[in-house]
């Protein structure tokens, strides 16, 4: 079955970085596009960032570009999310996301991984 | 403050019917589909309703989705207890270049 597992979340400093890994199995993973969505009690759910299967596609929120790169490794069934420059309002749950759809503007994330939690904090 | 909106919550009794609403605009919801997903507790987000009215596999008829203008709603019929969960609606929105939520309902099954 289709499974997806993000790890890497913790505590780091404002200003700091952090990598989040998410691995997929029971799929061909190289031929899906992928997202990072966060969740917040504030903000509710955010989109953060998107990368087609082959990774020549990518797109992000305005707030998170610059600062955050998202990246995949096909071969080792990887996403990845880059976090650079770190800020409190950033603290939330990331997931990872299957998604897919004809075209970007119709995508429907069908699994989830589990979440991982990350704090900005001194 | 997301640019679709939901109300925060909702209840009915059990074996009842309730609607949930997602009100957006042209640039989103008026333009482009609409999906729908609930979350249970402690839980991820799954896909319930996707391009407005079509349920993936193995999720009850019992969920239905509809969308008129720049508004969509989740209707779900013949409440269970453990439909007690947040439900967010879901669209791509033009002058944003990304998918938007709403902020999500919580609907209690009294």
């Known amino acids: 079955q289709v499974q997806l597992v993000e790890s890497g979340g913790g505590l780091v400093q404002p200003g700091g970085s952090l990598r989040l890994s998410c691995s997929g199995s029971?799929?061909?993973?190289?031929?899906?596009?992928m997202t990072w969505i966060r969740q917040t009690p504030e903000e509710g759910l955010e989109w953060l960032a998107y990368?087609?299967?082959?990774?020549?596609?990518?797109y992000y929120r305005d707030s998170v570009k610059g600062r955050f790169i998202i990246s995949r490794d096909n071969a080792k069934k990887s996403l990845f999310l880059q976090m650079n420059n770190l800020r409190a309002e950033d603290t939330a749950v990331y997931y990872c996301?299957?998604?897919?759809?004809?075209?970007?503007?119709?995508?429907?994330?069908?699994?989830w991984g589990q979440g991982t939690l990350m704090t900005v904090s001194s | 403050q997301s640019v679709v909106t939901q109300p925060p919550s909702a209840s009915e009794t059990p074996g009842q019917r309730v609607t949930i609403s997602c009100s957006g605009s042209?640039?989103?919801?008026?333009?482009?589909?609409v999906d729908w997903y609930q979350q249970l507790p402690e839980t991820a987000p799954k896909l319930l309703i996707y391009?407005?009215?079509q349920r993936p596999s193995g999720v009850p008829s019992r969920f239905s989705g509809s969308k008129s203008g720049t508004s969509a709603s989740l209707a779900i019929s013949g409440l269970h207890s453990e439909d007690e969960a947040l439900y967010f609606c879901?669209?791509?929105?033009?002058?944003?270049?990304?998918?938007?939520f709403g902020g999500g309902t919580k609907l209690s099954v009294l």
């Open positions: 029971g799929f061909d993973f190289g031929d899906y596009q």
């Open positions: 996301a299957r998604a897919w759809g004809i075209d970007v503007v119709s995508l429907h994330f069908d699994y």
């Open positions: 391009n407005n009215d």
């Open positions: 042209f640039s989103n919801i008026g333009t482009n589909t």
């Open positions: 879901a669209v791509w929105d033009n002058r944003l270049s990304g998918p938007v």
């Open positions: 990368i087609s299967g082959p990774g020549t596609t990518i």
